[in-house]
C-alpha cells in the first residue's frame, strides 16, 4: 500500500513539518471503498490505520477513486490531477466534514498529499 510511505515522506521533510507545526488532528483520506485515519501531531505522521467502524473518523475527509491518486501521484499529473483544490470542482476528489482546519492549513495538506508523488514517470 502506497500510504505506508506517506509517514516517512512527511516526517522527513523539514520545511513541510515545520509548515504544519501547528497541526494536531485525525483526518479520513479515502482511496476508493477503503478509508484510512492519518493523525497528525505538530505537524508529522503520529499514526495510519485503515478505518474498520463507520464510527471512527476524523475531523474532516478528503476521498478519491484510486485511479485518481494515482494520477495525483504521477511525477507531472495530467490538468486538473496536479492539485487537490483543481480536483475538487471537477469531482474527482470529495471533502465532507469541518473543512474549517483543512482551509487554514491547505498549503500543508496539499503538500503533504503530494508528498507520495513519484519522481520518476
Known amino acids: ?61 478528503i476521498r478519491a477513486a484510486k485511479s485518481t491518486w494515482k494520477e495525483h501521484w504521477r511525477c507531472i499529473p495530467k490538468r486538473d490531477f496536479h492539485d487537490i483544490w483543481s480536483m475538487l470542482p471537477k469531482q474527482l476528489i470529495t471533502l465532507d466534514g469541518n473543512l474549517l482546519p483543512l482551509i487554514q492549513n491547505l498549503q500543508f495538506f496539499k503538500d503533504l498529499i503530494a508528498s507520495l508523488r513519484n519522481g520518476k514517470d
Open 1 to 61: 500500500m502506497i500510504l505506508n510511505k506517506l509517514k516517512d515522506r512527511v516526517n522527513g521533510n523539514k520545511p513541510l513539518t515545520e509548515r504544519g507545526k501547528w497541526v494536531n488532528l485525525s483526518f479520513t483520506f479515502g482511496i476508493d471503498n477503503d478509508d484510512y485515519l492519518i493523525s497528525i501531531k505538530n505537524g508529522k505522521i503520529t499514526q495510519i490505520q485503515k478505518r474498520d467502524l463507520a464510527t471512527e473518523s476524523g475531523i474532516f475527509a
